[in-house]
């Protein structure tokens, strides 16, 4: 069976490696929806207001949306439907780029990078890339479509601005100094796009592995098919595709820098019956020789974390047989 499932044609039962044990299949299609998602209007006229805003739902939920995020429509469309013409290119252009070597600056892989070990499978392929300096690595991404390193590279340096404008009113709404999110602790941005093709029985396989985002910061732009899935007082709400807002999670190393203020959401994707479903993962993570720490203006008494390099925490991470990111931190954590 081909690897990629964007490869696939007439699926018409779920293979057998992607079905998952009762416990952790999501069991039924329907899922309540999030109905409080903050939703974050960035053009309001009382900047004060809208930082406070956006540290109230870092603290509060770990999640909000933005809109008149100044990511312009039109271009979300255009890259959300370069990415849908892409994961229809033939099969032989798309394997050209299979890679599961985290190294590698532009790779398609399908389920996880541990695709070749693992029992089962998720719903899944992805395309990674990094994007900046975009002079850098911009000759690496796909040249299939035809026009999708001019789309994509107006989308990343346009995303790209806002990460900064929300780590800076971060920044602000925590009395941080300026320009603290910026150099290493941002330096690495990629661009990581799913694809699921529909899914004969959605409620036996997933989409994507529960997860904690183990970055700094990341910004999610789904189209309008819904999937995502954040876990709440034990339970798994969806939350509603919008296809011109923008969700933003703080990752794991925000929570870090916040002193454990910062909540970073725990969350999975289901798949859908009928429809494809394709999202925009914006990442912003620390280099590895980067020193995360709790910021010495949010301590006061013991810092909650001790100091450790990004590095370390992706050698944590990545040792443990479930790579759970939220577990890795614990490593990290002074005794109370
Ligand atoms: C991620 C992620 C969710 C989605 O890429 O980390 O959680 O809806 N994606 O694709
Ligand atoms: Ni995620």
Redesign the pocket.
């Known amino acids: 069976m081909e690897i990629l499932i964007s490869n696939w044609s007439d699926v018409e039962s779920v293979p057998k490696t992607y079905i998952f044990p009762p416990e952790s299949r999501p069991g039924k299609l329907e899922f309540p929806i999030f109905n409080d998602t903050p939703l974050i209007d960035l053009a309001h006229n009382h900047p004060d207001d809208t930082i406070k805003q956006v540290v109230r739902a870092c603290q509060e939920f770990g999640f909000f949306q933005v809109l008149n995020h100044g990511v312009c429509e039109n271009l979300m469309d255009d890259t959300m439907n370069m990415y849908k013409e892409f994961f229809k290119l033939p099969g032989e252009y798309k394997t050209k780029f299979y890679s599961n070597d985290i190294h590698k600056s532009c790779r398609i892989y399908s389920s996880t990078l541990s695709y070749d070990t693992e029992e089962l499978h998720y719903w899944r392929d992805n395309l990674t890339h990094r994007c900046h300096p975009l002079e850098e690595y911009i000759q690496f991404w796909p040249d299939k479509p035809t026009k999708y390193r001019e789309v994509v590279g107006e989308y990343s340096i346009a995303t790209r601005k806002l990460l900064y404008k929300i780590l800076d009113m971060i920044c602000k709404g925590l009395g941080l100094n300026s320009g603290y999110f910026e150099g290493e602790l941002s330096k690495t941005h990629m661009l990581?796009v799913?694809h699921h093709i529909p899914c004969p029985d959605p409620s036996l396989t997933l989409g994507?592995p529960v997860?904690s985002?183990p970055n700094l910061i990341?910004l999610?732009h789904?189209c309008d098919v819904p999937?995502?899935q954040i876990l709440q007082d034990g339970q798994w709400i969806g939350v509603h595709p919008d296809p011109h807002a923008i969700i933003v999670i703080p990752g794991l190393q925000l929570k870090v820098i916040s002193n454990d203020r910062f909540i970073t959401p725990v969350?999975r994707?289901v798949t859908h019956p009928k429809e494809a479903r394709t999202?925009i993962?914006v990442f912003l993570s620390p280099s590895p020789e980067s020193l995360i720490k709790p910021a010495t203006a949010l301590v006061h008494n013991e810092p909650v974390f001790r100091a450790f390099t990004y590095l370390e925490f992706f050698k944590a991470f990545t040792a443990g047989a479930k790579c759970d990111a939220q577990l890795a931190l614990n490593h990290f954590r002074n005794k109370p």
């Open positions: 990581s799913n994507m997860h985002d990341t999610l789904q999937g995502l969350h994707v999202t993962g």
